[in-house]
């Protein structure tokens, strides 16, 4: 079971670059990171929901719900840092470029892992800073940091702050769809709550802030528009991975996919 997790884990990392690539495109095609974000966002809601309620697991989560009582609060509204990760990573990944820009992720991916399960956060529990995993981010950070010397892009202080912001956010944002799913016993549901936290959030800045319609029209290939899928699938694989393994051991087993 846990090397099916950590494979489950590398391939949801391998994802996550390439939704980066694809979602920084469809910023260039919309002239906006934010309705980039928003089109990520309602795709992968649509996609949850569709599968949620074909499948009866809306149903189902339910009525788990009600026996067992509804998931805290921060499990619920952990996903509007999905919102943060898909528009500061649609405006950096064209900017700093992706080898920069998992750098960035990566450090705060390590940070936020290592402090989720500090203080036990997942379903997986407290797990302590042993000698042992500080060395394994240590490594991990150097390693994908060197991968990174030479690459081309312009290191942005603000742009990579925020990734950094973002990536520690992943790991909260990963304990609480586990949680959820532990709670309804249908990680597509939990998805779909993450997504919807996600969704709003985007859509109500983008409201408050873009200035008329897409600056480069609506005319996005449909290629650039299946970043919402990937974002999905990944949300579902690791709802389940996360209380198997704890935060940490994800987060690395998702920058490796990543790099």
Do not use: K, Y
């Not at 500090?118 to 994908?144: H, I, S």
């Amino acid at each position: 079971m846990h090397r099916l997790a950590l494979v489950l884990a590398f391939a949801a990392g391998a994802a996550l670059s390439a939704q980066a690539f694809v979602n920084g495109r469809l910023a260039g095609s919309l002239g906006s990171a934010l309705l980039a974000g928003t089109v990520n966002n309602a795709v992968g809601l649509a996609a949850l929901l569709s599968v949620a309620v074909g499948t009866g697991a809306l149903g189902r989560a339910r009525r788990a719900v009600a026996r067992a009582g509804r998931p805290r609060i921060w499990q619920l509204v952990a996903g509007a840092n999905g919102a943060l990760f898909i528009v500061v990573t649609a405006t950096a990944a064209p900017e700093v470029g992706i080898a920069l820009l998992t750098v960035a992720l990566v450090c705060g991916q390590m940070g936020g892992g290592m402090l989720v399960d500090r203080f036990g956060l997942t379903p997986a529990g407290r797990r302590g800073l042993t000698p042992a995993r500080v060395l394994a981010v240590a490594l991990t950070v150097a390693a994908v940091a060197l991968a990174a010397l030479g690459a081309r892009g312009d290191p942005q202080v603000v742009l990579l702050t925020l990734a950094v912001v973002a990536g520690a956010g992943i790991a909260v944002q990963q304990a609480a769809v586990a949680h959820v799913t532990r709670v309804t016993g249908e990680p597509v549901v939990a998805g779909a709550v993450n997504f919807l936290m996600g969704a709003l959030v985007v859509t109500l800045v983008t409201a408050a802030i873009a200035d008329g319609p897409a600056g480069g029209g609506w005319s996005a290939p449909p290629g650039e528009q299946v970043g919402g899928l990937l974002g999905a699938t990944v949300t579902v694989l690791l709802a389940r991975v996360v209380a198997v393994l704890g935060a940490l051991r994800v987060v690395l087993a998702v920058v490796a996919g990543q790099s």
